[in-house]
């Protein structure tokens, strides 16, 4: 979430996506946590289940928003 605050606050398009793409490699790192754990005993299948479902989603959503951002014609609010 910081990272998309914080490319998102920088003005650009071009930077935003970037940030997202962090964002995105942030979920990869998480997901492999949640693996980890998973293995470890830690937690139970269904909460490993349900976990990995949201990264799912939320990587999902970050895809489209790139997808949406280098498509989009608005290059950001420091180009105005």
Avoid at 37 to 45: A, G, M, R, W
Avoid at 48 to 66: C, M, P, R, V
């Amino acid at each position: 979430m910081d990272n998309i605050a914080e490319g998102f606050q920088r003005g650009g398009t071009r930077i935003f996506i970037q940030f997202l793409s962090i964002s995105r490699g942030s979920l990869g790192e998480c997901n492999s946590q949640l693996n980890r754990s998973l293995d470890q005993d830690y937690i139970k299948n269904q909460e490993f289940q349900e976990a990995s479902n949201l990264i799912d989603y939320i990587g999902k959503q970050i895809t489209s928003l790139i997808s949406y951002l280098k498509s989009a014609k608005n290059k950001g609010f420091k180009y105005r």
